[in-house]
């Protein structure tokens, strides 16, 4: 099975990331506002 990778590159630093992450980070971060916004409302 073979991972695809965002591969980052600057003239400092070189990473790789599983292209799933940033999905993953995005879907959190929805679940984590509507979570927010349910708690402003409740007061």
């Not at 591969?7 to 927010?36: C, E, K």
Request: no cysteine.
């Amino acid at each position: 099975m073979k991972a695809d990778w965002l591969v980052i590159r600057s003239s400092a630093i070189s990473f790789r990331i599983d292209r799933r992450v940033p999905v993953m980070l995005f879907f959190l971060l929805g679940v984590i506002g509507v979570a927010m916004v349910m708690n402003v409302r409740r007061g």
